[in-house]
């Protein structure tokens, strides 16, 4: 069984970048997609973007500007990093794997990230 | 922008039938995929490929999809249903590789 967990950056301040890592047990991030996605409180699901093995990327285009993400296949994961935060990026981030079906089989817990002075 | 509508709740009681509809133009043409979440946890797939169930959903769970609806039904309800529901499109053809529905509120009355 795939599991997936997110480390917890916790509050950052606007206008710093949020960084995020995904650490995956049971499987290799060498398959699949890996994705992020977030929810910000009280409203619905945003997918900001996913990676395949070997750097091919894609993002969300109302994101594209502000995000990276990144692998690290010796330690199994995968990393998010979210540039000139602000109110607005307050949201609980999961970390996804998906296939090429389209839809997203194994989540993480989702961690809450916190934007603010 | 790429929007899949959702009705924003839906009310059921114990026993009965809840449908829940997922709108865009043409969604017939994309498979649709859902997800329910419970309150403080990740979201968990449901139905994947319109009407595919993955392993340890209960048959009570099924979908369709045609024209410009797609629909999660939930056949005898339980009170462990309540939840939010989400459909999902992944569009190879748009930049938008990723969408989720706007979400239903299920409550069981």
């Known amino acids: 069984q795939v599991q997936l967990q997110e480390s917890d950056p916790g509050l950052v301040k606007p206008s710093e970048t949020l960084s995020l890592t995904c650490t995956v047990s049971g499987g290799s991030i060498r398959s699949y997609l890996w994705n992020w996605i977030r929810q910000s409180p009280g409203e619905g699901l945003e997918w900001i973007g996913y990676?395949?093995?070997?750097?091919?990327?894609n993002y969300n285009p109302s994101l594209k500007s502000r995000v990276t993400i990144s692998e690290d296949a010796s330690k199994n994961q995968f990393s998010l990093k979210l540039s000139s935060v602000a109110a607005a990026d307050t949201a609980v981030y999961y970390c996804?794997?998906?296939?090429?079906?389209?839809?997203?089989?194994?989540w993480g817990q989702g961690t809450l990230v916190t934007v603010s002075s | 922008s790429y929007v899949l509508t959702q009705p924003p709740s839906v009310s059921v009681a114990p026993g009965q039938t809840a449908k829940i509809t997922c709108g865009r133009n043409?969604?017939?043409?994309?498979?649709v995929h859902w997800y329910q979440q419970k309150p403080g946890q990740a979201p968990v797939l449901v139905v994947h490929?319109?009407?595919d169930r993955p392993s340890g959903i209960p048959e009570r769970f099924s979908g369709s999809n045609s024209g410009n609806t797609a629909t999660l039904t939930i056949s005898r309800v339980e009170a462990g249903d309540e939840a939010d529901y989400y459909c999902q499109v992944w569009d190879s053809s748009s930049d938008h590789l990723y969408v989720f529905g706007t979400g239903t509120k299920v409550t069981v009355l």
């Open positions: 043409n969604i017939g043409s994309k498979s």
């Open positions: 996804a794997r998906s296939g090429w079906s389209g839809y997203v089989d194994f």
């Open positions: 990676m395949q093995y070997s750097g091919s990327t």
């Open positions: 490929d319109d009407s």
